[in-house]
């Protein structure tokens, strides 16, 4: 006779369910626990909002104009002098375009020219920053004039201010010598009134003759009204080459993160035994003593400083240095040093919102731990139980299989007992 076969216990259906609740008990603790993913930023203002801020009228500042010469003879004519002229009247700002275009002083001013009217100079290079707020320009005259110029015009505009600075260098070559001087400019506008945005038109009746209509509101200000807290300090250019004797004024600038200026004045430094000086405004003098080569200029602000550098050299090797040097034509990087700054603050609503939804995800996960603790231990204790129920039934079924067996061998002595019987029977009769 075989052995019997069994089948192997079947798991319970309360067994079952009861990892299934587990599952899913765990899954929504993990995803409560998660931090909640961050708001996506506002998009970017449009065009016709950011000329509604900047639309209007506009008072002029006089424009200074500071000059250093660096060597001048007679014969190229009178040497400049700084001055300060103009100033006061009202001009016509608007926004043309990606463009600032102002309508003041007697001429027609775009954001994407050199301040200098100049008729021969032209410009070389031209960018405007992402966020709509500040423009760069640089221009040059032709490589074969004698009266040769190069400037790098910079345009910012504030929510009540537009700053024009440029800096650059004037070269006049005559038959018995070379002058060159450096200029630096700057002129001002403050916000005197901004244009009233075009109504929306819509679809409605006349209205009575004797009802007024109330006048818009006013414009909101602007995105840069209140700076943030400092993000990011930035000095252009990275490097710069200088002749003994030269003068050249860095730009530094410190942009909260949505690249608003905000006012943070940078700290400068320099190893003065190179023979170098620089003020607090970024402003470097070279001395006619100063030692040749590289020199690295720290600039500090909110605890993060970045290096600029200063190559020095003589005018008679300048021009076979800037070639060799890979700068621009003004002897210039086109790149700005920079580094960002971290540890912004966190707006107290901020802080009880995160408090609150972590307080929540606490309270929640801590009753999903115990439930699923206390669904654990049931769990274990029924899997338990069912183990020695399966233990007593496999017990069993071995007890009724050699019973059944020893039927079986009884059953078979019993018929060989018999047959031996009747053969000796048989053979004895």
């Not at 018995?176 to 929306?200: E, F, I, W």
């Not at 004797?245 to 600038?253: M, S, V």
């Amino acid at each position: 006779m075989s052995n019997a076969s069994f089948a192997p216990t079947p798991t319970p259906s309360w067994l079952s369910a009861t990892a299934v609740v587990l599952t899913a008990l765990l899954a929504l603790f993990v995803t409560a626990s998660s931090p909640p993913a961050a708001a996506q930023p506002a998009s970017a203002s449009t065009t016709a909002s950011a000329a509604a801020a900047i639309d209007g009228k506009w008072r002029q500042s006089a424009l200074r104009e500071d000059y250093t010469v660096q060597q001048w003879q007679s014969s190229c004519g009178p040497a400049p002098t700084s001055t300060s002229s103009g100033g006061g009247d009202v001009a016509t700002v608007k926004l043309e375009g990606d463009e600032l275009v102002i309508l003041g002083g007697g001429r027609v001013f775009r954001s994407n020219q050199c301040y200098d009217p100049m008729p021969t100079l032209a410009r070389a290079a031209h960018s405007r920053d992402p966020s709509g707020r500040s423009w760069r320009t640089r221009c040059s005259t032709p490589a074969g004039d004698p009266r040769r110029a190069t400037l790098q015009t910079l345009v910012t505009v504030s929510s009540t201010r537009i700053e024009i600075a440029e800096t650059g260098r004037y070269e006049v070559t005559v038959n018995d010598g070379h002058c060159v001087a450096d200029v630096k400019r700057n002129r001002s506008l403050a916000l005197v009134s901004l244009d009233a945005a075009p109504p929306t038109p819509t679809a409605t009746a006349t209205a009575a003759p004797s009802e007024t209509v109330a006048p818009p509101d006013p414009p909101a200000p602007g995105r840069c009204a209140s700076p943030g807290a400092p993000s990011k300090l930035e000095v252009r250019p990275s490097r710069k080459l200088l002749r003994l004797g030269d003068t050249f004024a860095f730009r530094a600038q410190v942009t909260d993160d949505k690249g608003c200026a905000t006012g943070t004045e940078p700290v400068w430094t320099v190893d003065k035994e190179r023979g170098l000086e620089v003020d607090a405004r970024g402003k470097v003098r070279v001395g006619e003593g100063a030692k040749e080569g590289e020199t690295e200029i720290t600039v500090s602000a909110a605890g993060q400083k970045v290096k600029v550098v200063v190559e020095v050299t003589s005018p008679q090797k300048y021009d076979d240095l800037l070639k060799q040097s890979g700068l621009n034509a003004e002897g210039e990087s086109d790149q700005a040093s920079s580094v960002n700054i971290p540890g912004t603050a966190i707006d107290s609503r901020e802080v009880q919102a995160q408090d609150a939804s972590r307080r929540r995800r606490l309270v929640f996960g801590g009753v999903v731990f115990g439930l699923a603790v206390s669904l654990a231990a049931v769990y274990l204790l029924l899997t338990r139980r069912s183990r020695a129920r399966a233990k007593a039934a496999e017990k069993e079924a071995e007890a009724l299989y050699e019973e059944r067996k020893r039927e079986a061998d009884l059953r078979r002595n019993e018929r060989l007992q018999s047959h031996e019987a009747q053969q000796r029977a048989h053979e004895e009769s």
